[in-house]
């Protein structure tokens, strides 16, 4: 029995992704759970797993290819017998996929009649002899036939009847002669699950007629109405060829400037999965939310001196011990002192969402973009455990491993700019988030200490915060706890 599995949504949301890398190849024997494929979806690597055993039989989807969730990207082979064998094979979830595939058929088989009709309608034929034009006295009653519809809207029966045809004005009136009309196009026996473009051509000629179908989802083709874009003109990009809204779009733009640069000094990049959530994200953050920025500098010589003490706990043998795991453990106690930094904002049912535990979001550049994972629950974490969640969790986003879950629910945000070498910035807010702290590098710098000018080690904090819930007091006071803690690490355990 032939099944096909079909890109599952995986994230809240999903709607499409792209296939980064296939595990396997047609003839392969896969088992159940083998992972086959990893996608890239909108914020991450996710390694697919296939619901059966069985071999291989085709790969529907190429790597680097984005598909549609939904859309079947492998077929497998199974030794499962198929319905229609009459064995009263129990009804699952991938019969009913079969049972999709057959109705894409009979799909295809209706555009076959629509292409007909349209053949009729631009090339005249000849009755077969001795035939009887409908209508005419003595023909038989029209019969019950298929009716052509659109692709996606199912089929009906009903009866219909053909126009009668007119006879040529040259012609005689009884028994004209026309000549043999060109054979329709061909459909291809072979089942398409979404036929992308179907051409019905008349002959050549200065009368030549032509009419297409095109392929489009109905939020597409009301798109392509209101920005007055003809589909016929278009080719789509979209599985199979189908129009998407991105055609619509670029159509409607209309072509692009011609470059004026030497080849080879311009670089184009397909803004697409992890990347182009990012950018949304934070267009909708920068827009919705009024940001202000605060900034603190301090002398963290006494932090520096915390953690090479750390260092040395066998506690902490198994773990790195980094400055941002201190920052980390002074944003939680900070957040435990000033509640309504870690809160968010309901914009439907006007209200403050006060919550009572940190999700503590950790801001990680990947090659593929930034991705902001968090740490479940991290205010009950001891500094070991914490120390332990910030390495696993860096590691994991590095490698593009980090799940969609581990991205949601976050609650306050740490950027570290200073990894990079800079001394702060003014971060944007994680979406649903009231603030962001960023966290610049640790230099030597000359610093006022007891009244005498001392060597110290300085870095200089930046806290966004939505002003609509954090006004400039209350984020003062959170950035100026934040930085007294990390000043003198022993805050941490008086305030703790």
């Not at 979404?194 to 051409?199: A, D, F, L, T, Y």
């Not at 960023?438 to 966004?464: C, N």
Request: hydrophobic fraction near 40%.
């Amino acid at each position: 029995m032939r099944r096909e599995f079909k890109l599952p949504d995986v994230g809240e949301g999903l709607t499409e992704a792209e296939i980064v890398r296939w595990h396997a190849k047609p003839g392969d024997t896969v088992k159940v759970n083998q992972i086959v494929v990893e996608i890239e979806t909108a914020k991450s690597i996710v390694e697919l797993p296939i619901p059966w055993d069985g071999v291989v039989s085709g790969l529907m989807a190429d790597e680097g290819q984005t598909v549609d969730v939904g859309r079947p990207i492998i077929a497998v082979d199974t030794d499962e017998p198929d319905d229609a064998s009459g064995n009263g094979a129990p009804r699952t979830e991938a019969a009913d996929a079969d049972r999709a595939g057959a109705a894409d058929v009979g799909e295809v088989k209706a555009d076959a009649d629509r292409i007909e009709a349209l053949a009729d309608d631009l090339v005249p034929r000849p009755p077969a002899e001795g035939a009887v034009e409908p209508g005419a006295h003595g023909s038989p009653a029209p019969k019950e036939e298929r009716q052509a519809v659109l692709v996606g809207y199912g089929v009906k029966t009903g009866t219909t009847k053909r126009r009668p045809r007119k006879s040529r004005p040259d012609g005689p009136a009884q028994s004209p002669v026309v000549p043999a009309a060109p054979e329709p196009p061909v459909i291809p026996a072979t089942p398409v699950a979404n036929p992308s473009r179907v051409e019905v051509t008349a002959p050549s000629g200065p009368a030549a007629l032509r009419r297409v179908a095109v392929l489009a989802k109905p939020p597409v083709r009301k798109l392509a109405k209101d920005l007055g874009v003809d589909l016929t003109t278009l080719a789509g990009s979209g599985p199979n060829g189908s129009i998407t809204r991105d055609d619509v779009h670029a159509a409607a733009e209309g072509p692009a400037p011609r470059a004026t640069t030497q080849q080879g000094e311009e670089e184009r990049i397909p803004v697409k999965g992890v990347r182009k959530m990012t950018a949304q994200a934070m267009v909708a953050s920068a827009f919705t939310a009024p940001h202000v920025t605060e900034f603190l500098q301090l002398d963290v010589t006494e932090t520096m001196a915390a953690v090479r003490r750390l260092r040395t706990i066998p506690d902490f043998a198994e773990v790195k011990v980094s400055p941002l795991l201190l920052v980390a453990k002074a944003v939680l106690t900070a957040a435990r002192r000033h509640p309504m930094i870690n809160s968010s904002w309901d914009e439907a049912a006007q209200e403050i969402v006060v919550k009572h535990y940190v999700n503590l979001g950790i801001a990680a550049a990947t090659p593929r973009g930034l991705v902001v994972p968090n740490i479940k629950s991290a205010h009950g974490l001891s500094l070991p455990e914490l120390a332990a969640e910030l390495g696993r969790l860096t590691e994991t986003a590095r490698a593009g491993r980090t799940q969609p879950a581990e991205m949601a629910g976050g609650t306050i945000t740490i950027t570290n700019v200073g990894v990079f070498g800079v001394d702060t910035g003014t971060p944007i807010l994680n979406p649903g988030e009231a603030a962001i702290l960023a966290f610049g590098q640790i230099r030597d710098m000359p610093w006022v200490v007891d009244g005498e000018l001392a060597v110290r080690k300085v870095t200089t904090l930046a806290l966004s915060f939505d002003h609509r819930i954090v006004d400039g007091e209350l984020g003062s006071l959170f950035l100026r706890d934040v930085g007294a803690m990390l000043e003198d690490p022993l805050r941490m355990l008086a305030w703790s």
